[in-house]
Nanobody
């Protein structure tokens, strides 16, 4: 079965850090462009980062300099390290890729940034 499974997330204070992981089964992550999206309360889903098969990464301006996306090919997992978190980072975070012309999504992980 082809799937993406996320872990991590939770409640963190402003200025804190969290790390997500997205582990794939049934596909090899390193062959695909992988994405992280987030959707805040009453907001549209936003693309915040992606990593290409060659390891190159891109970030949205809203997270650039604070979030780091990496990939561990042996574990078939990608990681999103989030630092200097702000209340406006409160969202449900999703990993995603395009597989066989279909969007493949993780289950979503809630991050709440609050004091």
């Amino acid at each position: 079965q082809v799937q993406l499974v996320e872990s991590g997330g939770g409640l963190v204070q402003p200025g804190g850090s969290l790390t997500f992981s997205c582990t794939a089964s049934g596909i090899q992550l390193s062959l695909y462009t992988m994405h992280w999206y987030r959707q805040g309360p009453e907001k549209q889903r936003e693309l915040i980062a992606n990593i290409f098969s060659d390891g190159h990464t891109n970030y949205a301006d809203s997270v650039k300099g604070r979030f780091t996306l990496s990939r561990h090919d042996v574990n078939n997992t990608m990681y999103l390290q989030m630092n200097s978190l702000k209340p406006e980072d409160t969202s449900v975070y999703y990993c995603n890729t395009l597989y066989s012309a279909m969007d493949l999504w993780g289950q979503g992980t809630q991050v709440t940034v609050s004091s």
